[in-house]
């Protein structure tokens, strides 16, 4: 190349995980797979640490609330966390958050989903 040198790098996410949470066999036709939702009634009421979860075809098209991995309306979760996960060929964003305060949300990725990869409301 002319004796010119480039920096070149590229990021890598590992997707697979130690556990597996994904759609059935149908998912991919109707882009319907499955969901985790988090919801209580209030304040630390609830407590959701996902460490190492994968989630394969997940999520579900066009449905709303139908994402992944869902936090939604509780507040105050500082005892919660969503660490190490992999969500990927997702049908419905990737990690939404919706009126909770405190989430911790660390070294996740996100690949192929539709729609947002991180979801905060």
Known sequence: HGGK????RAEVGLLTRNVLVMGDDTAVDT???AHIMMFSPGDESVVGRFSNVECYLCGQAF???RYPIHFHM???VHKSYIRNCAVH???NRGFTIHGVHGLHL???VVYQNLGHSVFIE
């Not at 040198?5 to 070149?8: G, P, V």
């Open 5 to 8: 040198e480039f920096d070149m």
């Open 74 to 76: 509780i507040g105050q």
């Open 106 to 108: 660390y070294n996740n």
């Open 63 to 65: 449905s709303l609330g």
């Open 31 to 33: 882009q319907i797979g």
């Open 89 to 91: 060929h997702s049908f």
